[in-house]
């Protein structure tokens, strides 16, 4: 169970609304877009993520409510939107692990390039993240794709391996040629 905020804790509070987590008090949005949470709408309220939402509620910073005002926990939020994605907690486990590290991870370009993930001050990814679950098929064509992408982009692909004990373990990836060999 996560502990309470203390009193100088800065808290913000965020209206789910179907799948998609959205603040609309301006008190703590410049903040959060600086540390590079969310997307600003036309509105000026912040839409998160769910990786978002569920890691600042993880971390005390963000209080979720339904329409009627009820609070979530973490497991809760969690549940609700896992209904929408199933691989939702796989896909969290590396978003949370690569916040840790210090990075700013923002939703990929669909497909099987799940983040786009920048180093701290950098206004470009860096690197696109291919998750990939332990003991979970998967296709080669798909990884060929994102190697493909990820250079047409002039980025680093990563594949993240999720562990069934939870750990992440990163590999570069990257197209080799055989011709000259």
Request: charged share 25%.
């Amino acid at each position: 169970m996560a502990e309470k905020p203390s009193e100088t804790q800065s808290i913000t509070y965020g209206l789910i609304y179907n799948s998609e987590v959205i603040i609309y008090e301006n008190s703590n949005i410049d903040e959060l877009v600086s540390k590079g949470y969310g997307e600003l709408m036309s509105n000026g309220a912040l839409k998160l993520t769910p990786y978002e939402a569920l890691y600042l509620v993880e971390n005390n910073k963000l209080i979720v409510r339904t329409k009627s005002g009820v609070e979530l926990e973490f497991n809760e939020l969690l549940r609700v939107l896992q209904s929408v994605n199933p691989q939702l907690w796989l896909l969290y486990v590396i978003y949370r692990d690569l916040r840790r590290r210090g990075y700013i991870v923002k939703e990929g370009f669909g497909g099987k390039l799940a983040f786009r993930v920048y180093e701290k001050g950098k206004e470009e990814a860096s690197y696109l993240v291919y998750p990939f679950f332990e003991g979970s098929p998967e296709n080669i064509a798909n990884l060929l794709d994102g190697v493909k992408h990820s250079i047409s982009k002039n980025k680093q692909l990563i594949v993240a391996v999720v562990e069934r004990r939870g750990e992440v373990i990163y590999y570069s990836c990257s197209e080799a040629s055989l011709k000259n060999i």
